[in-house]
Nanobody
C-alpha cells in the first residue's frame, strides 16, 4: 500500500499559482497511475488531473482546469502545477494511486494521501 504525502497547499489570491507535490518514500511511484482530486466545502470529491505510469505518462485534465493546471512526475514525486487560480479551485487536494492497468480518468484509486488545503480568495 502506498503512503502518499501531499504538500504545497496555501492561501493565494485569484490569479496566483501553486505547485503541489505528492511523494511516496517506500515504493517506486513511477509504476503507479496517480490522480489528483479535490473536495470543496459542501461538495463531493472530484478528479482534477491524472497521469498514467511513467512507462507512457498519459495525462488527463477535467475541462475546468485545462490550460491552467499541469500534472507531471519525477521519480517518486508527482506534481500539480496550478496557475491562474480561481475562487472555485478552493478545496482540499488529494493525490491517489493505483497499480491497476486502467485509464486514469476512470478515477478509481486504492491508495490515498491525507490532503493539502488550497484556498483562493481575495
Amino acid at each position: 500500500q502506498l503512503r502518499l504525502v501531499e504538500s504545497g497547499g496555501a492561501s493565494v489570491q485569484p490569479g496566483g499559482s501553486l505547485k503541489l507535490s505528492c511523494v511516496e518514500s517506500d515504493f517506486a511511484l513511477d509504476l503507479y497511475t496517480i490522480g489528483w482530486f479535490r473536495q470543496a466545502p459542501g461538495k463531493e470529491r472530484e478528479g482534477v488531473a491524472c497521469i498514467s505510469s511513467a512507462s507512457d505518462g498519459v495525462t488527463y485534465y477535467i475541462d475546468s482546469v485545462k490550460g491552467r493546471f499541469t500534472i507531471s512526475r519525477n521519480g517518486n514525486t508527482v506534481f500539480l502545477q496550478m496557475n491562474s487560480l480561481q475562487d472555485e479551485d478552493t478545496g482540499v487536494y488529494y493525490c491517489a494511486g493505483t497499480r491497476v492497468n486502467r485509464a486514469c480518468n476512470m478515477w478509481k484509486y486504492e491508495d490515498w494521501g491525507q490532503g493539502t488545503q488550497v484556498t483562493v480568495s481575495s
